[in-house]
Protein backbone atom coordinates (compact mmCIF):
# COMPACT_ATOMS: atom_id res chain seq x y z
CA UNK A 1 0.00 0.00 0.00
CA UNK A 2 0.99 3.34 -0.80
CA UNK A 3 1.45 5.87 1.83
CA UNK A 4 2.58 9.31 1.83
CA UNK A 5 4.06 10.73 5.19
CA UNK A 6 4.49 15.12 5.43
CA UNK A 7 6.48 16.45 8.26
CA UNK A 8 6.61 18.48 10.27
CA UNK A 9 2.89 18.15 10.84
CA UNK A 10 2.35 21.65 12.68
CA UNK A 11 4.35 24.20 11.59
CA UNK A 12 4.74 27.87 13.68
CA UNK A 13 7.44 29.98 12.18
CA UNK A 14 7.71 34.23 12.45
CA UNK A 15 7.50 36.00 9.41
CA UNK A 16 10.77 36.18 7.62
CA UNK A 17 12.38 33.08 8.51
CA UNK A 18 12.64 30.27 6.14
CA UNK A 19 11.52 26.63 6.31
CA UNK A 20 11.36 23.30 4.94
CA UNK A 21 8.53 20.81 4.77
CA UNK A 22 8.79 17.21 4.12
CA UNK A 23 7.38 14.65 2.34
CA UNK A 24 8.04 11.07 2.15
CA UNK A 25 6.50 8.37 -0.08
CA UNK A 26 6.70 4.28 0.25
CA UNK A 27 6.36 3.00 -3.21
CA UNK A 28 7.67 4.56 -6.63
CA UNK A 29 5.35 7.55 -8.62
CA UNK A 30 6.27 9.68 -11.13
CA UNK A 31 4.44 12.22 -10.05
CA UNK A 32 4.15 14.13 -6.66
CA UNK A 33 1.66 17.42 -6.19
CA UNK A 34 1.24 20.14 -3.73
CA UNK A 35 -1.65 21.51 -2.83
CA UNK A 36 -2.16 24.58 -0.44
CA UNK A 37 -5.76 25.08 1.47
CA UNK A 38 -7.44 27.34 3.60
CA UNK A 39 -9.76 26.33 6.58
CA UNK A 40 -12.99 25.98 5.24
CA UNK A 41 -11.77 26.47 1.34
CA UNK A 42 -10.46 23.75 -1.65
CA UNK A 43 -7.70 22.81 -3.00
CA UNK A 44 -5.15 24.81 -4.81
CA UNK A 45 -3.21 23.54 -6.80
CA UNK A 46 0.65 24.63 -6.42
CA UNK A 47 3.10 22.37 -8.12
CA UNK A 48 3.60 19.34 -10.05
CA UNK A 49 6.49 17.71 -10.23
CA UNK A 50 6.96 14.93 -13.02
CA UNK A 51 10.67 14.10 -12.69
CA UNK A 52 13.77 13.18 -10.55
CA UNK A 53 15.71 16.34 -9.64
CA UNK A 54 12.60 18.67 -10.74
CA UNK A 55 12.40 21.57 -9.53
CA UNK A 56 9.51 24.38 -9.35
CA UNK A 57 9.45 28.14 -7.73
CA UNK A 58 6.72 30.32 -7.62
CA UNK A 59 7.59 33.32 -5.06
CA UNK A 60 8.04 32.42 -1.62
CA UNK A 61 7.77 28.49 -2.18
CA UNK A 62 10.05 26.09 -3.98
CA UNK A 63 9.48 22.61 -4.42
CA UNK A 64 11.84 19.34 -5.33
CA UNK A 65 11.44 16.20 -6.56
CA UNK A 66 13.76 13.02 -5.29
CA UNK A 67 12.35 10.45 -6.96
CA UNK A 68 15.20 7.79 -5.81
CA UNK A 69 14.86 8.79 -2.61
CA UNK A 70 11.32 9.23 -2.53
CA UNK A 71 11.20 12.80 -0.94
CA UNK A 72 10.00 15.69 -2.24
CA UNK A 73 10.45 19.52 -0.58
CA UNK A 74 8.58 22.18 0.13
CA UNK A 75 10.75 25.22 1.04
CA UNK A 76 9.32 28.39 2.55
CA UNK A 77 11.56 31.38 1.83
CA UNK A 78 11.26 34.41 3.93
CA UNK A 79 7.82 33.69 5.13
CA UNK A 80 4.64 36.07 5.54
CA UNK A 81 1.61 35.74 7.05
CA UNK A 82 -0.28 35.31 3.81
CA UNK A 83 1.23 31.78 3.26
CA UNK A 84 -0.41 30.68 6.48
CA UNK A 85 -2.29 27.50 5.48
CA UNK A 86 -2.40 23.34 5.42
CA UNK A 87 0.15 22.16 2.87
CA UNK A 88 -0.79 18.76 1.14
CA UNK A 89 1.37 16.61 -0.81
CA UNK A 90 0.19 13.73 -3.06
CA UNK A 91 1.00 11.13 -5.20
CA UNK A 92 -0.62 8.88 -7.86
CA UNK A 93 -0.17 5.24 -7.67
CA UNK A 94 -1.21 5.06 -11.19
CA UNK A 95 -0.02 7.50 -12.71
CA UNK A 96 -3.25 9.78 -13.27
CA UNK A 97 -4.24 13.27 -11.16
CA UNK A 98 -7.74 11.76 -10.28
CA UNK A 99 -7.04 8.90 -7.61
CA UNK A 100 -3.97 10.23 -5.52
CA UNK A 101 -2.89 9.28 -2.08
CA UNK A 102 -2.55 12.17 0.25
CA UNK A 103 -0.27 13.12 3.16
CA UNK A 104 -1.88 14.35 6.41
CA UNK A 105 -0.21 17.64 5.73
CA UNK A 106 1.39 20.59 6.98
CA UNK A 107 -0.42 23.12 9.08
CA UNK A 108 1.54 25.98 8.67
CA UNK A 109 0.90 29.34 10.90
CA UNK A 110 3.31 32.15 9.96
CA UNK A 111 3.29 34.79 13.05
CA UNK A 112 4.25 38.80 12.56
CA UNK B 1 -15.84 29.18 -17.59
CA UNK B 2 -17.56 28.12 -13.95
CA UNK B 3 -14.66 25.86 -11.97
CA UNK B 4 -16.13 22.81 -10.47
CA UNK B 5 -19.47 22.93 -8.67
CA UNK B 6 -20.42 21.07 -5.75
CA UNK B 7 -23.52 22.03 -3.58
CA UNK B 8 -24.70 21.57 -1.10
CA UNK B 9 -21.44 23.27 0.75
CA UNK B 10 -22.78 22.45 3.78
CA UNK B 11 -25.51 19.70 4.72
CA UNK B 12 -26.61 18.23 8.28
CA UNK B 13 -28.20 14.71 8.50
CA UNK B 14 -29.80 12.97 11.63
CA UNK B 15 -28.59 9.63 12.10
CA UNK B 16 -29.96 6.79 9.84
CA UNK B 17 -30.97 9.85 7.26
CA UNK B 18 -29.35 9.53 3.62
CA UNK B 19 -27.37 12.42 2.56
CA UNK B 20 -26.94 13.17 -1.37
CA UNK B 21 -24.45 15.18 -2.80
CA UNK B 22 -23.75 16.99 -5.73
CA UNK B 23 -20.68 17.86 -8.28
CA UNK B 24 -20.97 19.17 -11.70
CA UNK B 25 -17.56 19.11 -13.12
CA UNK B 26 -15.91 21.63 -14.76
CA UNK B 27 -17.23 22.40 -18.57
CA UNK B 28 -15.43 19.80 -20.84
CA UNK B 29 -14.57 17.64 -18.39
CA UNK B 30 -16.05 14.18 -18.26
CA UNK B 31 -13.74 12.72 -15.45
CA UNK B 32 -14.60 12.73 -11.89
CA UNK B 33 -13.25 11.85 -8.74
CA UNK B 34 -14.39 11.80 -5.11
CA UNK B 35 -12.59 12.44 -1.72
CA UNK B 36 -13.51 12.34 1.66
CA UNK B 37 -11.23 14.52 4.30
CA UNK B 38 -12.07 14.12 7.55
CA UNK B 39 -10.85 16.85 10.80
CA UNK B 40 -7.24 17.27 10.43
CA UNK B 41 -6.85 14.70 7.75
CA UNK B 42 -5.48 14.46 3.98
CA UNK B 43 -7.65 13.37 1.59
CA UNK B 44 -8.54 9.65 0.89
CA UNK B 45 -9.56 8.52 -2.82
CA UNK B 46 -13.13 7.16 -2.52
CA UNK B 47 -14.39 6.35 -6.13
CA UNK B 48 -13.56 7.77 -10.30
CA UNK B 49 -16.58 7.78 -12.85
CA UNK B 50 -16.70 8.67 -16.23
CA UNK B 51 -19.66 9.21 -17.72
CA UNK B 52 -22.01 6.52 -17.14
CA UNK B 53 -19.26 4.47 -15.69
CA UNK B 54 -17.47 4.03 -12.75
CA UNK B 55 -14.27 3.04 -13.61
CA UNK B 56 -12.31 3.15 -9.90
CA UNK B 57 -14.29 2.37 -6.67
CA UNK B 58 -11.51 0.80 -4.58
CA UNK B 59 -11.83 3.78 -1.80
CA UNK B 60 -15.38 3.00 -1.28
CA UNK B 61 -16.89 1.62 1.75
CA UNK B 62 -18.71 -0.96 0.68
CA UNK B 63 -22.00 -0.68 2.30
CA UNK B 64 -23.86 2.63 2.20
CA UNK B 65 -21.73 4.07 -0.07
CA UNK B 66 -22.92 4.83 -3.71
CA UNK B 67 -21.75 7.23 -6.91
CA UNK B 68 -22.90 7.57 -10.10
CA UNK B 69 -22.29 10.29 -12.92
CA UNK B 70 -25.05 10.04 -15.94
CA UNK B 71 -25.07 10.97 -19.01
CA UNK B 72 -26.65 14.29 -18.10
CA UNK B 73 -26.40 16.10 -14.93
CA UNK B 74 -24.14 15.79 -12.07
CA UNK B 75 -22.63 13.48 -10.83
CA UNK B 76 -23.83 12.36 -7.31
CA UNK B 77 -22.20 10.87 -4.17
CA UNK B 78 -24.75 8.95 -2.33
CA UNK B 79 -24.66 7.68 1.14
CA UNK B 80 -27.12 5.78 2.87
CA UNK B 81 -28.18 5.47 6.64
CA UNK B 82 -25.60 7.74 7.71
CA UNK B 83 -23.86 7.59 11.22
CA UNK B 84 -21.58 10.25 13.23
CA UNK B 85 -18.43 8.44 11.21
CA UNK B 86 -19.94 9.97 7.61
CA UNK B 87 -19.19 13.82 9.14
CA UNK B 88 -16.39 15.16 6.91
CA UNK B 89 -15.49 17.12 3.85
CA UNK B 90 -16.75 15.30 0.74
CA UNK B 91 -14.64 16.75 -2.21
CA UNK B 92 -14.90 16.02 -5.81
CA UNK B 93 -12.73 16.74 -8.20
CA UNK B 94 -12.54 16.62 -12.65
CA UNK B 95 -10.30 16.59 -15.61
CA UNK B 96 -10.68 16.80 -19.04
CA UNK B 97 -8.60 13.31 -19.39
CA UNK B 98 -7.33 10.70 -17.60
CA UNK B 99 -3.92 12.20 -17.30
CA UNK B 100 -4.52 15.80 -17.09
CA UNK B 101 -4.75 17.66 -14.16
CA UNK B 102 -7.49 18.06 -11.82
CA UNK B 103 -9.01 20.64 -10.54
CA UNK B 104 -11.26 20.42 -7.31
CA UNK B 105 -14.53 21.58 -6.15
CA UNK B 106 -14.55 23.54 -3.25
CA UNK B 107 -16.45 20.92 -0.97
CA UNK B 108 -19.83 19.83 0.94
CA UNK B 109 -19.61 19.67 4.53
CA UNK B 110 -21.39 16.79 6.07
CA UNK B 111 -22.19 16.87 9.46
CA UNK B 112 -24.51 14.23 11.09
CA UNK B 113 -26.41 14.83 14.28
Known amino acids: ELKVEQNPLFLSMQEGKNYTIYCNYS?????LYWYRQDPGKSLESLFV?????AVKQEGRLMASLDTKARLSTLHITAAVHDLSATYFC????????????FGKGTKLSVKP | NAGVMQNPRHLVRRRGQEARLRCSPM?????VYWYRQLPEEGLKFMVY????????ESGMPKERFSAEFPKEGPSILRIQQVVRGDSAAYFC???????????FGQGTRLTVV
Open chain 2, 93 to 103: ASSEIRDTEAF
Open chain 1, 27 to 31: TTSDR
Open chain 1, 49 to 53: LLSNG
Open chain 1, 90 to 101: AVSPGGSQGNLI
Open chain 2, 27 to 31: KGHSH
Open chain 2, 49 to 56: LQKENIID
